[in-house]
């Protein structure tokens, strides 16, 4: 089964940029579909962005044109690209691994990250 690290969260102001990476191990990477979720303080997790083995993407309206899910298997890694950040992007992300993009897509079964804390805060 694989495991899940992410990093590059932080405090950035609204309108800056960060990179997100999530890191996996202990399986063959690229046959798992990936997602970034986040969840803010009293709200439900949700997804951000899911990208398929085969390299499709999905995004939530509210991130559309400002973030970008990818993925570069040789490095085990996938990556969310955050722009012009906003005060309500700050949650905890999480990466999320799984076999099927259904499970991804619907944050059921699969492998999840410990968290990295994104705070846009000026």
Same mark, same amino acid.
């Given at each position: 089964?694989?495991?899940?690290?992410?990093?590059? =969260?932080?405090?950035?102001?609204?309108?800056?940029?960060?990179?997100?990476?999530?890191?996996?191990?202990?399986?063959?990477?690229?046959?798992?579909?990936?997602?970034?979720?986040?969840?803010?303080?009293?709200?439900?997790?949700?997804?951000?962005?899911?990208?398929?083995?085969? =390299?499709?993407?999905?995004?939530?309206?509210?991130?559309? =044109?400002?973030?970008?899910?990818?993925?570069?298997?040789?490095?085990?890694?996938?990556?969310?690209?955050?722009?012009?950040?906003?005060?309500?992007?700050?949650?905890?992300?999480?990466?999320?691994?799984?076999?099927?993009?259904?499970?991804?897509?619907?944050?059921?079964?699969?492998?999840?990250?410990?968290?990295?804390?994104?705070?846009?805060?000026?």
């Amino acid at each position: 089964q694989v495991q899940l690290v992410e990093s590059g =969260g932080g405090l950035v102001q609204p309108g800056g940029s960060l990179r997100l990476s999530c890191a996996a191990s202990g399986s063959i990477f690229s046959i798992y579909n990936m997602g970034w979720y986040r969840q803010a303080p009293g709200k439900q997790r949700e997804l951000v962005a899911a990208i398929g083995s085969n =390299g499709n993407t999905n995004y939530v309206d509210s991130v559309k =044109g400002r973030f970008t899910i990818s993925r570069d298997n040789a490095k085990n890694t996938v990556y969310l690209q955050m722009n012009s950040l906003k005060p309500e992007d700050t949650a905890v992300y999480y990466c999320h691994a799984g076999l099927s993009l259904i499970n991804v897509l619907r944050a059921t079964g699969g492998t999840w990250g410990q968290g990295t804390q994104v705070t846009v805060s000026s």
